[in-house]
């Protein structure tokens, strides 16, 4: 993310006006709208007001309005002073300790709750001192009058101090918002230790409560007190101040419910629909889109886990553009289409479980193997992924790099094994290979075996069939191994050779079961008159119909030859 705390482009000298002027204005402004509404109702709604004390009770409130202000400011200007060390220091471009840094962060999370319970304090202070100053002594003989009197006005004092501390919290976090990115450039709120934090579902209860419930039960509680004044006063003196009330009541509960409709639309609704913007372009493929982490609550941390999400996402497109890339490659080091070779019919493929995988085939022409032949490898590296598609293509580089030299194909194969065990040997990893040389001249082929599948031949002549096999290690095992290489002659028009990999015939079922290698025969067996590329897409589309809707767990690859003359 944008290090915002870090530029020089963002007004620092706006956040000290805002901690040093605009906090106390704001505070000002609210605790002045409770007290107005707590005064209205004492001056229209208190039926123990006597007219004449209204000029002292408006003496006395605005006093200690005054007083109590003093006494939030000179508190707050106090604990706001490790704020004010880092905004100065951040005007003047210098450096700032760390642990500075975390101290600030602390505050500046804490700073709507801070504010909210100083206020709370000094309501307090100011029901106390109201309930006393309208407290009237008690009457010989009779229950002592200022017990219900005092008991109306405490709690009618506490129940407008919630209300202001409410209005002050949501206020100074709303303010907090537009300032919380810079002091969090990564986006790390929800890891700031010691720090309160107001849960989504208690917010939703108190804004709730304040905007329905609290008008709904003050309404209540002063209709009570016009019905008990009818018994002392005039009837049209009783409807002349419902009529007050009623408007009273209406201004304070739309002006409420107008505020704190507002304060769900910002703290709820609108974070929702920015990480709802946000992942419609995430879905579209802009993976540098971001949520500013502005909320000390659940959203909050939902932003922070989507924009960490994003860049999880961005780090898996660029591994499965790399991913696509080492496919396309490896792709290209494969044979793109079947060799037309005269006297025989030749088809191969490879089917990859992972993006890259570790089979190999090649075909080798006469200009690399000689006049009249023809050479086919075929490999397993061991493992999947990258590091056999690698180490696929350091062994296809070793065996065509060897094979332009002379030498048998025995001298070939320990030449290869000796270099890719030297390159291999602290990695664990082999690669099994078989590799066939056919001489349409001397109508006979040869073979060496390096720990691969045997290959397999049919004769639909006499209906017999035979693995090749031979004695040999996997590549990369051992680099004194020397190779064997193994001879079979008389070969004839119609013969078939099959070469593939394990994870043709270790092809699995949801019962578990293999597809072994008898169905491969029977295939060959049935399908012989076919071309080879007909045989070999029958026992892919077997292999594919035996293993149903699961995905393979291995790569396939295989190689079928039809001798033709």
């Known amino acids: 993310m944008t290090d915002l705390a870090t530029s020089k482009n963002f007004p620092w000298r706006s956040i000290r006006i805002f901690f040093t002027c605009k906090l106390t204005i704001l505070q000002i402004l609210a605790n002045l709208a409770g007290a107005g509404i707590v005064t209205s109702y004492f001056m229209f709604f208190d039926p123990n007001l006597k007219i004449q004390r209204i000029t ?68 307090l202070l100011a029901a106390i001192i109201m309930t006393i100053y309208y407290s009237q ?71 709730f409560g304040l ?19 009818m018994l002392v006063l005039e009837p049209q003196d009783v409807i002349g101040s419902l009529l007050y009330l009623t408007a009273f009541l209406l201004v304070v509960v739309l002006a409420t419910a107008i505020y704190f409709s507002r304060i769900f639309a910002t703290s709820i609704i609108a974070p929702v629909s920015q990480l709802e913007h946000a992942m ?111 180490l696929m293509a350091t ?8 094979s332009s030299r002379s030498g048998s194909m025995a001298e070939i194969v320990s030449d290869v094994n000796r270099q890719l065990t030297r390159d291999v040997e602290d990695t664990g990893r082999f690669m099994t290979l078989f590799y066939l040389l056919i001489d349409l001249e001397a109508c006979g082929m040869s073979w060496v075996r390096a720990g691969h599948d045997p290959a397999i031949w049919y004769d639909p002549a006499n209906g017999r069939l035979e693995e090749l096999h031979g004695e040999g290690t996997a590549l990369g095992v051992d680099e004194n191994i020397q190779f064997v290489q193994y001879q079979k002659p008389g070969l004839k028009k119609g013969q078939i050779l099959l070469l593939s990999t394990d994870g043709l015939w270790e092809t699995q079922n949801p019962s578990g079961s293999m597809f072994g290698k008898d169905r491969v025969y029977e295939i060959i067996r ?40």
């Open 395 to 402: 062994a296809r580089a070793f065996v065509r790099q060897r």
């Open 211 to 229: 905007a329905s419930l609290l008008p709904i039960i003050l309404m209540a509680v002063l209709s009570y007190n016009k019905a008990k004044m």
């Open 56 to 123: 002292m009770d408006l003496v006395v409130i605005g006093i200690m309005f005054v007083v109590l202000v003093l006494i939030a400011t000179f508190f707050l200007r106090h604990w706001q002073k490790v704020l004010m060390q880092f905004v100065e220091l951040k005007i003047q471009d210098q450096a700032v300790d760390l642990s500075l840094v975390n101290k600030a962060k602390q505050k500046i999370l804490n700073l709507p709750w801070v504010c909210s319970l100083t206020s709370l304090f000094n309501w």
């Open 526 to 565: 049935q399908k012989s008159s076919a071309s080879a590329r007909e045989i070999l897409d029958t026992i892919v589309a077997e292999s594919e119909r035996f293993r149903q809707n699961l995905e393979p767990e291995d790569d396939i690859t295989l190689v079928v030859i039809k001798i033709e003359t």
């Open 280 to 390: 419609a372009r995430v879905e579209g493929g802009d993976f540098a889109a971001l949520v500013p982490v502005d909320n000390n609550d659940e959203l909050g941390a939902l932003a922070e886990h989507f924009n960490q999400m994003t860049e999880g996402l961005k780090e898996r497109y660029r591994l499965q553009h790399s991913l696509d890339l080492a496919k396309e490659v490896q792709q290209n080091l494969l044979p793109r289409e079947d060799p037309v070779v005269e006297g025989l019919d030749v088809a191969g493929r490879s089917i990859y479980c992972d993006e890259t995988g570790g089979d190999y085939f090649d075909f080798l022409s006469s200009s690399e193997v000689g006049p009249s032949k023809f050479g086919v490898l075929i490999g397993d590296v061991s493992g999947h992924g990258i590091p056999s598609a690698l």
């Open 137 to 207: 002594g008690p009457v010989e003989g009779q229950l002592p009058m200022w017990f219900p009197s005092g008991l109306r006005t405490f709690v009618g004092v506490i129940i407008a101090g919630i209300v202001t501390c409410a209005i002050v919290f949501f206020t100074i976090e709303i303010h907090c918002r537009k300032i919380w990115p810079y002091f969090f450039p990564d986006g790390d709120l929800m890891q700031t230790p010691g720090v309160f934090r107001l849960k989504l579902r208690n917010r939703m209860l108190i804004i």
